[in-house]
C-alpha cells in the first residue's frame, strides 16, 4: 500500500529554494511532493550593482528557475503567492489559480521599505525588486546620452546598500565618459563597519564626484528633492535605499512578525503560530536572534530546511539551524575595486572585488551547470 504524499508548496525560489530544488530526489523518497511557486527567473542580488553600474550585463545576474526545477523533476508554477488561507491551507496564486497544500516554505526575499510619501511615489526608484535597478541603468544610461552629462542622483539611505548603489551609479556614469552628479543622504552617521573602513570609502566616494548629506529626504519635486529640515538638492533620479522589509504577503498571514517585519520562526524554521508554515531567507527571523537582510542566511539554512521538510513527511527529528555570528560581505564599488569587511576587518581594494565576482559568478553558474541553463553571448 503506497503512503499518502505530503504535498508542500515552495513559494518563491530564493537562495534556499534553489538548493531544495537539486535535492527534490532526496524529498520526494521521504514521501515529499514538492512544487515550486516562483517567477520564471530569478535576479541574483550578488550581482546587482555589477549590473547596475554596467560591468555586467542584466543576463549575468538572471537565472533561469524554469529550467532549474524542469531538471529536478519539480512541478513549478510561474506565479505568485497572493494570499494565504491558513485554516483551510490554500493558497490563492497571482495568476488567479488556487493551490492547496499540506505545508508551505516562504522563500519571497524582501521588498524595499520606503517611509511614507516616498514609498508611493511611483517616479521614485526603490532598490528592490532587482528588476527596478535593472530598468534604472537603462534609464541613467538614455540620460547621459541624449543630455551628454549625468542626471542629478540622489540616493536615500546609509546601510551598506545606499553606500554600494552609490558607488554603482558612480561607476555607470563613469563608464559612459561623464562625472557622476551623486548625493548620498542619511539619517546619521553610518556605524555598519569599522570608522576607518567607512572613512575611506567616503574619500573615495567624495574623489568620484558621489557627496554626502546628513538628513532625510520628505518630498520629491520635479528637478530636486527636498529634506525634512528644508533643503533642496537638484534631483533628476531619486533611489530609495531606505531598509528591507518582506512582501506584502507575509503580513497578510496574520503570523507572528519581527519588530522589522519578518515572520518569526523557530530554529527548525517554522513559524511560532503554525508548523505547517516554514520561512527562511530575508522574509524570515529567528525569533530572538536578530540579523541583517544577506543571501547568505538563506544558503545556509537551505540544508536544515531540506531535513526539516522531509522530517515532516517521515516523522524524524527536526534539526536546528543556527545562523554565523561572523559573514563576509563584499561591497562592488563599480570602478574595478570592493569593500570586503567581515566581523572588525576590512580590506578595500581589486582583491576584494575579484573574491566577490569568484563567488558570486561561481554560485551561479553552478546553477546553471545544475540546470543545463546556456547563457548566450
Ligand atoms: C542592491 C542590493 C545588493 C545586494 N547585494 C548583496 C550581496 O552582494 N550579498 C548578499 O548576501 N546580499 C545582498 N543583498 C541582500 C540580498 O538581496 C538579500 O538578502 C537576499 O536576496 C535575500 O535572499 P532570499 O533568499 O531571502 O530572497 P531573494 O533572493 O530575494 O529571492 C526571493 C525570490 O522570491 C520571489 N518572490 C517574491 N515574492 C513572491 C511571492 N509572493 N510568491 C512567489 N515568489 C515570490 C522573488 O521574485 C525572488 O526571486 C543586496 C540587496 C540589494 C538591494
Known amino acids: 500500500m503506497s503512503r499518502a504524499r505530503l504535498r508542500i508548496v515552495l513559494a518563491g525560489a530564493g537562495h534556499a529554494h534553489l538548493h531544495v530544488l537539486q535535492r527534490a530526489d532526496e524529498l520526494r523518497a521521504v514521501g515529499v511532493e514538492p512544487i515550486l511557486v516562483s517567477p520564471a527567473t530569478f535576479d541574483y542580488s550578488g550581482l546587482a550593482t555589477a549590473v547596475l553600474s554596467g560591468a555586467l550585463p542584466p543576463a549575468r ?6 529550467a532549474l526545477a524542469a531538471r529536478f523533476g519539480v512541478p513549478h508554477v510561474p506565479a505568485e503567492v497572493a494570499a494565504v488561507d491558513l485554516s483551510a491551507r490554500r493558497l490563492r496564486l497571482s495568476d488567479g489559480q488556487d ?3 499540506d505545508a508551505v516554505s516562504f522563500n519571497v526575499g524582501s521588498i524595499t521599505d520606503a517611509p511614507g510619501k516616498l514609498g508611493g511615489d511611483g517616479g521614485a526608484w526603490p532598490v528592490k525588486p532587482l528588476a527596478r535597478l535593472f530598468a534604472l541603468r537603462a534609464q541613467v544610461e538614455t ?21 554600494e548603489v552609490a558607488a554603482a551609479l558612480a561607476g555607470l556614469s563613469e563608464r559612459n565618459g561623464v562625472r557622476p552628479d551623486l548625493r548620498l543622504v542619511h539619517r546619521s552617521a553610518p556605524d555598519w563597519a569599522p ?24 518630498s520629491r519635486e520635479p528637478g530636486r528633492c527636498v529634506l525634512a529640515d528644508g533643503r533642496a538638492l537638484p534631483c533628476d533620479l531619486l533611489v530609495l535605499a531606505t531598509g528591507l522589509t518582506a512582501p506584502p504577503v507575509i503580513a497578510a498571514l496574520g503570523l507572528p ?10 530554529p527548525d524554521l517554522r513559524t511560532m503560530g503554525d508548523p505547517a508554515v516554514f520561512a527562511v531567507g530575508d522574509c524570515a527571523v529567528i525569533a530572538g536572534a536578530p540579523r541583517p537582510a544577506a543571501g547568505v542566511f538563506g544558503v545556509r539554512a537551505a540544508p536544515a530546511l531540506v531535513h526539516n521538510l522531509g522530517a515532516l513527511a517521515n516523522g ?3 534539526r536546528p539551524y543556527a ?4 559573514w563576509l560581505s563584499i561591497l ?8 570586503a569587511l567581515r566581523g572588525g576587518l576590512w580590506s578595500q581594494g581589486r582583491g576584494a572585488l575579484a573574491l566577490k565576482r569568484w563567488i558570486d559568478l561561481g554560485f551561479l553558474d553552478g546553477l546553471r551547470a545544475a540546470s543545463g541553463e546556456v547563457l548566450e553571448d
Do not use: H, N
Not at 541624449?146 to 539611505?157: F, H, K, L, R, Y
Not at 545562523?323 to 561572523?326: E, G, H, I, L, T
Not at 564599488?333 to 569593500?339: A, E, F, M, Q
Open 316 to 318: 524524524s527529528e527536526m
Open 143 to 163: 540620460y547621459i546620452r541624449e543630455q551628454g552629462e549625468s542626471p542629478a542622483i540622489v540616493v536615500t539611505g546609509g546601510g551598506p546598500t545606499g553606500f
Open 332 to 339: 562592488d564599488l563599480g570602478d574595478g575595486t570592493g569593500l
Open 323 to 326: 545562523p554565523q555570528s561572523r
Open 61 to 66: 545576474a538572471r537565472l533561469d528557475v524554469a
Open 99 to 101: 493551490l492547496a497544500y
Open 257 to 266: 512578525l519581527s519588530e522589522d517585519g519578518r515572520l518569526e520562526v523557530g
Open 195 to 218: 570608522p576607518r573602513a567607512l572613512t575611506r570609502l567616503a574619500i573615495t566616494l567624495a574623489r568620484r564626484g558621489v557627496t554626502k548629506e546628513e538628513g532625510e529626504v520628505v
